[in-house]
């Protein structure tokens, strides 16, 4: 079964970091755009990051910038969200995605509706 799992979520004061996870099974993640998207209680989802199949390019959007910082191990099947100076506007329900044709750049995050392959989530809370 293919499917991707995000974990590394929870409840974090203002200022403070969180790690998130995406693990893969079912198939390798080494030939993938992937992308990290959120969505927030009452909002449209959103694309957060993005990074390459190779890794060489990645996207951000304008609200995390210098703040969060994705990453991929293609060796265990993997992607990670680093999130450092989290805001409360930073909460809500973080998906992982993964898609063959999609590309990422610093200019383009790929729409959620493009990706092949998504999580069903991990959920940030920041709050003091």
């Known amino acids: 079964q293919l499917q991707l799992v995000e974990s590394g979520g929870g409840l974090v004061q203002p200022g403070g970091s969180l790690r998130l996870s995406c693990t893969a099974s079912g198939f390798t993640l080494d030939s993938y755009t992937i992308g990290w998207f959120r969505q927030a209680p009452g909002k449209e989802r959103e694309g957060v990051s993005c990074?390459?199949?190779?890794?060489?390019?990645?996207g951000y959007a304008d609200s995390v910038k210098g703040r969060f910082t994705i990453s991929r191990d293609n060796a265990n099947n993997m992607s990670y969200l680093q999130m450092n100076i989290l805001k409360p506007e930073d909460t809500a329900v973080y998906y992982c995605?993964?898609?063959?044709?999609?590309?990422?750049?610093?200019?383009?995050?790929?729409?959620?509706?493009?990706?092949?392959?998504r999580g069903k989530g991990t959920l940030v809370t920041v709050s003091s």
């Open positions: 995605a993964a898609d063959w044709y999609s590309r990422c750049s610093a200019v383009r995050l790929p729409p959620y509706h493009e990706m092949a392959y």
């Open positions: 990074i390459s199949s190779t890794g060489g390019n990645t």
